[in-house]
Structures are given as C-alpha cells and as structure tokens.
C-alpha cells in the first residue's frame, strides 16, 4: 500500500476492483465503513456480486480479465472530458516529458519487438533528453510527441462502446464509476484503490495495476490523504515477505539479483545507480550502491565488499526462476532436492496436475509447515502410484505465528514486533530455529567434506542471528537494521565531528555508505532497531500519541514503526504544491512551518518546490509513461490466453506477445469445448490453500465443501439445480463441486454474444477434511501461463466446461 | 435496573461471520457435520450447538440486487415469553443485573417445542440427547466480568455494540437517523421489547422471516403456553 489501512477512512471515493475485501480483508471494511459514514462512494466491480458489492453503493459486473477496457476506458474519458488535476499532472508527473522518436505503437504492438525472442528492446521508449541530458519537456503539454498527448492518442481506441463490449458491463454503470472517480480530479478530493489478486493473476497483472496509477496520476490522487495504490496484501506478513526478498528477482530492500552479465561488484554498483540530470530530482536510487554494499556487508561482514558480492549466487542472464518455470524445470527432472516452506504448491500453484507430477521427479523433498498437506503427501494423492514415486519427503513440524516472537509487517508496510504466546506444541521449532540449525548443520558438512565452493557457505554471518546454537529474533533485527563495523567520525551540520563506534546501530539509511564501514541486512528497514536494548525497538512501540493534525487523518506515527524511516504514506509531497500549501486544506498530510515539515514524514525534504516528489524515479515524476516494464509503456488490452474470443477491438494482437509460456501447454480460445469462463476466488472462512482452516471445524462447518457459483440461466442451461454436485474439466484437470446457482452471477454480453462465468473457491484439496468430503484443488483447471514481468500465473480467467454430476 | 442491550447495526454488517466463530469458541461448542446446500448460510440453522447463526438473504428488488446479512440471536426479550411458556419456575431465569435470559439444564425438563412455539423469533433449540434446550445466554459470564460478550468482541465493522441498555437505544436512535438518509426503509426492529435491537436498511422481513415478532399466528397452531405467552409477546405488526 502507498497509504495505510487507517488512511482509507480519508477518502472521497474507494474504488474495489480485483478485490474482495469485504470477505478477504474483513478489517479493511472498519475503515471503508467510516469512509462511507463520511459520505464517500463505495464502487465495486466484480465479475460476480459479493459480500463487497452488498454493502458498495455501486456495483459494476465485468467479465474476468477485461479490466484494461474498462481502465482504458476511464483514462480516455479523463482526458476526452479534461477532468485532469492539471497543476498536478505538469508539475508531478511526466506527463510534460517528450518521447524519443524511436517509440512507435501500431495494431497492438510497440517499437522494438523482437519476434524472435519474443521480448521488446526497452530502449525504444527512452525520453528524448535536452543537452544537459535531463528530459525534454512541454509544460503546455501541446507537443504531439509529449506523453500526455501520445497517452490521448493511445487512449482515444478506448471508447465507452469498447469497454461495454469486452467487459459486459452496462454503459449506464460504466458511466456511473467513471463519473465517480474522475469527480476525485479536484485537488482537495482523493479517490482510492484497494485491489488484491484479482488484478495481479493476469498475463497483463501489472498492466493493470500499472492503468490504476495513471488514473490516480491524472486525478492527483497519488501521496494524498484517502488516496493511493493500495496493494491488500493476502497474508498478514507477504509484505514482509517481499521486502525481505523472497522472489528470484530481488535481493532485500528491492534490490536486483546479480546476475552473470555483471563480472564485478562495480558492475553490479553501476548498473543499481541510476543517473538523473536533472538538478530537482532526488532520484533515490542513485544511493543503492551504499544500501547493497552494506547488504552485502551484512552477509560477509569479515570480507570486503568485492569478495562478498563474488561469493553471492548470480542469475543466469535471461533465464526465469519464477515459479511456473521452477516447476516447469522440475518436471523435467533439472533439479533434485525441494523445500516446500510454509507453502502448498499442489494446491496453490497453477496447473496442480502439472505441478504434483513434477514433484514425482524429485530424489527428497522437505515440508516444513504446521500440518501434513497436498504437497507433503502428494505421492498418496489422487491418480498416484506410490510404488512408482521415488521421492522420499521429510516433514519438519514449525511452530504457529503465535507461538513465537518476531515482527511481522502488514499491507500498510507496517513492522508489528509481537511476542510469543504459547510455546510450539510438541517437537514443532519456530522457522528461524530450523533455518539456523540447518545452516549450522550445512556448515559442519562442509568444513568436514570441503565441497565444490564452500567459501560462500563457511564465511556467511550467522553469528549476528544466533549464538552458534540458537536462532536469536532481536539479534536478527539488529542486523536487519544494521551497524557501524568501524568507528565512523561524520561531519555535524554545525561543523563538528561526531563518532560513532564500531558496533553502534544506525540511525537510518541515510547514514549507511559504501565503502564496508556498515552493514544493514535490508535498508528499508533500517531505522527500525536503533539502539542495544529492546526499547529501541521501534516495530514494538504501541503508543497513541499524535498531534491534532495527526489525529485528523487518523497517523499514529507512533504505533509501530513503518517504512521507510516511518513515512505512513508515500510520495506525500504531491500532497502540496509548489509553495507547500496542502491541496486538501481540510486533511493535509504535510504541513511546512517555514523551517520544516510537520504532520508525516516528508519524502525528500528540503524547502517546499525544491525536489520533485516522486523521489524513488529517476526524474522524480509519477510515471504515465512507464518505459521500465516488459510489456509496453502504456496498459494495453489483450485478452486472457484462455478466452470465448476470436478478436477485440483495440488491435489483431489477441494476447500479450510477452506473456510467459510453456511448450506444450495448450491453451482454449473459443474452444467449444470449454464454452465458459471460470475465476478463482477466496472466501472469509478460509485461508491461503485452507492448510490452517480446513482442519479447523468451526470454519469448516461455515465453509465445508469445494462450491461453484453460476447464473440461473446458465444453470437452466445444463439442467442444473442449486444444490447440485457439478463437474468442472478441461484438458488440464477435473473437479467437483457443489453448485450455487445464484442472480448474484449473471450472463455477460460480450460482443453481441452471451458469455457465461463460473467461479470456484482456491481453498480446497483432497488431504483435508479427512474424510475427504471438501473436494481437490481449483487450480487442477487453471493454465501455466503468466505475466511477463512477474510470472505469476493467469489464475483469475480461463475456460472451462461445467455439467452436472 | 435498565440492564444491559445490544445494538445491531446492519446496514455495516458484511456477514464476515466473525460473531459465529466467536460464539462457538467461548462456548466451547463443536462444529457440526455440514455439506454445502447451494447456500454461504452454513450452519444452515440455529441447533443445541450453534447458538448464533449468519442468515444470508438475496433477492432483486427493483431490478437491483441486494444480499442481507443477519447474526441472529435470541433476542433477551424484556419479558421473555418463553419464560412465561415454562412449566418449571427456575429453568429459565433473567438476570436480574444484566436482563440476559438464562437456560440452565433444568430445560430439560421442560417440553422443547412448547418452548421453542412460545418464541417469536424461533431461537430456542432442543439438544436431542440431553434434552436441554440451548440459546445465547449474552455471555452473562463475560458481561458480569466486565467484558463485551465474545461476538461483540470479534465484530470488525461496528455492526455488533454492546453496552447499558439507555447508551444503546439512544446509540440506535442516531444510528438509524443516519441510515434514513441513505436507506428511508431503514427502521429499529422491536426496540421497545427487547434487548437485541436491530436497526435494518430495508423492511426486516427481507433479511428473515422470524427477525421481527410475528403478531399474526401464523406460523403453527398456538399450544396453551403458547396462547399465555402472547399476552405478554410484543405485538408489532409484520412489515416484512
């Protein structure tokens, strides 16, 4: 989230798209409530009505997998009507910038596609720069070549007939949301957007996200009070999680993985430190050479950076690791060992037929979660022949989050430190225990047997996490944070000196450098433990205290600790203007009282109009044009890979020419076989793959069984009753299910054509309940394709057939 | 002694069933062996074992669709029928303190359907083997303790509030001033008689049949405890 979850109750207008939060972040709901209470509409679109769409005083149906219509549809109604925050889209976004001449876009396609790799060349989109080399601009934003105007020109494609044809949704409705949100465009209202995976599973997921921010840029609804991008993370700590680095392509702190294009360290440091020239840019991330020397210190802490950064595994350059390839290459026997930690990919990774069979490949595997699952037990599962499995699996029983102290940081990017409640029941250890152990055990191995290349294993810091024993949390925090590892003399503002001793936690990032005198195990993060003792542990501050103007925007700067250096919303100083006036007088985030900034913590700093605001881009400015993603600058419609169409309106480009695929996977367009369209969902009563509630049964009870919800009319069509056991299959899988048949899914008109939508619940699988009366897995249907830049697969849209049992 | 009440603000209710859960967890009660009926409402009923149950309502009015939401509880009636349907003088008591109406196991000796007929809103449940006939007693445990009853508790949106009974009916005063200007079918639902006041956005016949006092007998024939009882049942015509 750019904003927090408090912050919601700001807003003027909360737009629910590609999420369910009423159901799936029931909490959220406090805070949206207050913002209605408030007068603030409630939008929610939705291929199927919900418990969401019950309490939204707008609800707008469209078909999975055709949000870029309807986002494309509400940018050119925007710029069609000049319903633009202007002063904002000149001064914050780079909307002024002018395109370089190679960009081009035609039929679907942009510049620079390479048919044969199937990539674009990025450099294509570069901006055209001025002799200084900072980018052209127009700030009349009249030249043809600007972004804003090519973005019109994109957009024009984008009309309400489009949209209502590709989605299904009704043009009044349409009409209604897009009024809604465009009234947002005057500078002291904001509009939010809370979405979750029902934009992110797409081949065009960050596209999605990607057309959302560009609206919110065009309304100056971005670093505002009840305004923001905001990101309803599905578990508590997945925030945490990615921060902490755990994907293939970051290291922590969103740093990029090395790879072997990069030979040095100075390669590495070059390619991480972007260049701007323009004089008011901040351009954050020309500092990362300091915060990825001091990762990398905090590793090897005893190596100098270059030898540290040598021992770090590198990416082979091009290649993929992301998780459809991972089991992609499993089931091509590339690999023989697998942790599944805290995870259930049988249930929970695309194409579950596909992924159970690629673990019959592996020599062992270790499960380590809280009880036996799909994937533990996947060689007893439906269809498998334990004699002719040859996989041995080790179970690690871990501890429940309850049962041990850590933090854990939330959608807000809120670090929570909490404490221990009961003890882990039994043998179970906590994650960290076993990480610990396991390490130290790898360790003896290698000093014992040498190995291949045992410096990277035998050097590593695992002395600042533990005692050579035992897993020790605060220590891990304290690194985390990070610490002088020499005696560092910093010049003061008033001209002295100032010493701080070897072993002294940093006070915040700023202070981290890059020449191997601190280390910091994830640079976001440092500024949260600042100091020995576990008062200076800020993730654990639980206090209420606030100013009035704090109070009135519902900040407890003072409740936990959020990052960065706890900035409760991001990219704040769009929230003023040029002279540091708030655009919302009646909740101003920021307030500059002639020496500094009160309210939040200012992103940048300095006198109001001396930096750009949006300080982690190169040239400061909210990216309507987004040169950097794999797909394209601008969101651009292609349909889901499985779909019911031959064609849309935008190109003759159907799909996403970058989306990541798999030879031999077969894909169903307009397939009469797999006439209808099916999304997968979650529902309050269940968790993740349901490993922690489908044993549990009060939430069983509530939620017993695998269901698929469906029209009336679709229903009638295949003689189905409510009620009913159905069978949902195709070429990748079949299940079961209970139907509800319900008006609260309805045929789409797409086209001219009448497009039926089921939907199934992610939960379920065959080793819970035990007397495996829930039902297996939705993910038996869905297809190993993914979105170029992320590779997380199209989860939300494709065909499947339905009949009855 | 004005007592204790519930306020249920259901226009904020988003069925999350957080207040279901909650209810079974403090009272130790099991989850029960359920199948899915081609509904979310799931324990499909009140039982012996589930005292509080989230009934799920959908329909098109007006071409546009809704999905009420109701956690429906036993009531705490200020004067309870089923109390005045007893044949045993101590097998249903009311609190004195709180006004929280108590089963206790000498139910069992009482006729369960004479008990069950004599609500208006259909909340008693008999346990089959026991004989003794369960309902929500308002955790008058936790109440005496200074605690909120545990489904108060666990209520994300402000839906569920509990307090003195004079905080909560002006609380339910202003609640649905507010709501007017939004939903002008929003109504109090026998606020006068009992202790659980509801507050829905539309006509309460729309979210259950039994959320408000029937006056007319027609839901099944009146027993003789039944017909005493009557005279002491709120008598609030069917809006639904």
New interface residues.
């Given amino acids: 989230m750019t904003n927090h979850w408090i912050d919601l109750k700001n807003s003027d207008c909360i737009l629910i798209m590609g999420s369910n939060a009423?159901?799936n972040h029931?909490?959220s709901?406090?805070w949206v409530?207050r913002a209605q209470?408030q007068g603030a509409v409630v939008i929610h679109v939705d291929p199927r009505?919900t418990?969401?769409?019950?309490?939204a005083d707008i609800?707008a149906p469209l078909r999975s997998g055709s949000d870029i219509a309807f986002l494309g549809g509400m940018i050119n109604y925007i710029l069609e009507n000049d319903l633009i925050f202007k002063e904002y889209v000149v001064n914050y976004t780079n909307a002024s910038f002018i395109v370089g001449d190679k960009y081009d876009f035609k039929d679907g396609m942009f510049s620079g596609f390479n048919a044969e790799t199937g990539k674009y060349d990025k450099s294509a989109w570069a901006f055209a720069l001025d002799e200084k080399g900072a980018p052209k601009r127009d700030n009349t934003l009249a030249d043809p070549r600007s972004v804003y105007q090519l973005m019109k020109k994109h957009y024009s494609r984008y009309s309400l007939k489009n949209a209502v044809d590709m989605c299904g949704t009704p043009e009044a409705k349409l009409l209604e949301v897009y009024k809604a949100v465009a009234s947002t465009g005057k500078p002291d209202k904001a509009a939010t957007s809370m979405y979750a995976m029902g934009w992110t599973q797409h081949t065009v997921g960050v596209q999605n996200i990607r057309a959302m921010s560009i609206i919110q840029s065009l309304l100056g609804n971005m670093g505002v009070a009840g305004g923001g991008i905001n990101a309803l993370r599905g578990e508590s700590n997945v925030q945490g999680s990615t921060d902490q680095a755990l994907l293939f392509h970051i290291i922590p702190g969103y740093l990029p993985t090395p790879s072997t294009a990069e030979k040095s360290i100075e390669d590495y440091l070059k390619k991480v430190a972007p260049v701007s020239k323009d004089p008011k840019s901040m351009n954050w991330k020309k500092n990362q050479p300091k915060y990825a020397v001091s990762l990398f210190k905090s590793f090897y802490k005893n190596a100098a950076p270059a030898q540290a950064f040598d021992w770090l595994p590198k990416l082979d350059v091009g290649r993929d690791y992301s998780w459809l390839t991972l089991f992609d290459q499993m089931g091509k026997g590339a690999f023989k060992g697998f942790f599944a930690w805290g995870m259930n990919p049988a249930v929970s990774g695309a194409n579950s037929n596909k992924t159970r069979e690629a673990m019959t490949k592996l020599d062992w595997m270790v499960n380590v979660n809280i009880y036996d699952n799909e994937t533990g037990s996947f060689w007893q599962g439906p269809g498998m022949d334990p004699k002719k499995i040859k996989t041995e699996v080790f179970m690690l029983p871990c501890a429940v989050s309850t049962e041990k102290e850590g933090s854990i940081s939330n959608s807000g990017r809120w670090m929570q430190w909490r404490y221990q409640g009961p003890k882990p029941l039994g043998d179970s250890r906590p994650d960290g225990e076993i990480i610990y152990e396991l390490a130290q055990k790898v360790r003896e191995l290698y000093k014992k047997q040498g190995g291949a290349f045992p410096e990277p294993v035998l050097n590593m810091n695992w002395e600042d996490m533990g005692n050579g024993h035992e897993f020790d949390v605060h220590k891990t925090a304290k690194l985390i944070n990070g610490y002088y590892l020499k005696d560092v003399s910093v010049k003061q503002p008033d001209g002295s000196m100032k010493v701080f001793k070897a072993g002294t936690q940093v006070a915040a990032f700023p202070a981290l450098m890059d020449d191997g005198s601190t280390c910091s195990g994830n640079w976001i993060y440092c500024g949260s433990y600042v100091g020995p003792d576990p008062k200076d542990n800020r993730a654990a501050k639980r206090s209420k205290e606030q100013t009035p103007a704090q109070a009135a925007i519902g900040l407890f700067p003072n409740w936990s600790w959020s990052w960065p250096v706890n900035r409760r919303i991001i990219y704040n100083r769009a929230s003023t203007d040029l002279t540091g006036k708030p655009y919302a007088p009646q909740k101003p985030v920021l307030a500059w009282n002639g020496k500094g900034w009160d309210i939040d913590v200012v992103d940048g700093g300095g006198a109001p109009g001396s930096v750009h605001p949006f300080i982690m881009q190169v040239h400061g400015m909210a990216a309507l044009f987004g040169p950097g993603l794999n797909d394209g600058p601008f969101p651009e419609y292609y349909e889901p890979l499985d779909c019911p169409v031959a064609s849309h309106p935008y190109s003759k480009v159907l799909h996403n020419p970058t989306a990541l695929k798999f030879k031999g996977e077969e894909l169903n367009v307009c397939d009469p076989r797999y006439p209808f369209v099916c999304t997968t969902y979650r529902?309050?009563?269940h968790w993740q793959t349901g490993l922690q509630t489908r044993p549990?049964?009060?939430?069983?009870?509530?939620?017993?069984?695998?269901?698929c919800e469906m029209s009336e009319e679709l229903a009638a069509l295949r003689g189905i009753?409510?009620?009913?056991k159905v069978t949902l299959d195709n070429q990748r899988g079949k299940l079961w299910a209970?139907?509800?048949?319900?008006?609260?899914f309805k045929p789409f008109i797409v086209q001219g054509n009448v497009v039926h939508e089921v939907g199934i619940p992610w939960h379920f699988g065959w080793r819970w309940p035990e007397d495996k009366?829930g039902g297996d897995a939705a993910n038996l249907l869905s297809p190993s394709v993914g979105d170029p830049n992320t590779g997380i697969p199209e989860t939300k849209a494709f065909m499947v057939n339905v009949r009855k049992a | 002694m004005s007592g204790k009440s519930f306020f249920v603000d259901l226009t904020?209710c988003?069925?999350?069933?957080?207040c279901?859960?909650a209810c079974?967890?403090w009272k130790k009660l099991?989850?029960?062996?359920?199948?899915?009926?081609?509904?979310?409402q799931?324990?499909p009923d009140l039982s012996a074992t589930t005292l509080r149950v989230v009934r799920f309502s959908?329909?098109?009015l007006e071409g546009k669709?809704?999905?009420?939401?109701l956690p429906d509880q036993c009531r705490h009636c200020l004067d309870a029928p089923c109390k005045s349907g007893a044949s045993l003088p101590d097998s249903i008591i009311q609190d004195p303190d709180t006004g929280a109406v108590v089963y206790n196991e000498k139910t069992a000796k009482e006729d369960a359907a004479t008990i069950r007929s004599s609500c208006p809103y259909d909340i008693p449940r008999v346990n089959k083997k026991t004989k003794v006939i369960s309902k929500c007693d308002m955790c008058n445990d936790r109440v005496k303790a200074g605690k909120l009853p545990a489904c108060v508790q666990s209520c994300?949106?402000?839906t569920m509030n509990f307090g003195d009974r004079d905080a909560m009916l002006s609380l339910a005063k202003k609640a649905l001033e507010?709501a007017k200007k939004k939903y002008p079918d929003a109504q109090l639902v026998d606020e006068e008689s009992v202790r659980v006041i509801f507050l829905t956005q539309n006509k309460p016949g729309l979210y259950a049949k039994t959320l408000m006092a029937d006056a007319t007998p027609t839901r099944r024939t009146y027993t003789r405890q039944e017909a005493l009882a009557a005279l002491t049942r709120p008598l609030r015509a069917f809006l639904g």
């Fill in positions: 009423a159901e029931p909490i709901f406090k409530t209470e009505f418990r969401t769409s019950a309490k609800y529902v309050t009563e549990q049964p009060w939430l069983l009870e509530a939620e017993p069984q695998m269901f009753k409510n009620g009913d209970k139907a509800i048949v319900t008006k609260r009366s | 904020k988003t069925a999350c069933r957080g279901q859960v079974k967890q099991p989850g029960e062996k359920t199948v899915n009926t081609g509904s979310h799931n324990p959908e329909m098109e669709m809704h999905w009420f939401f994300p949106t402000g507010t």
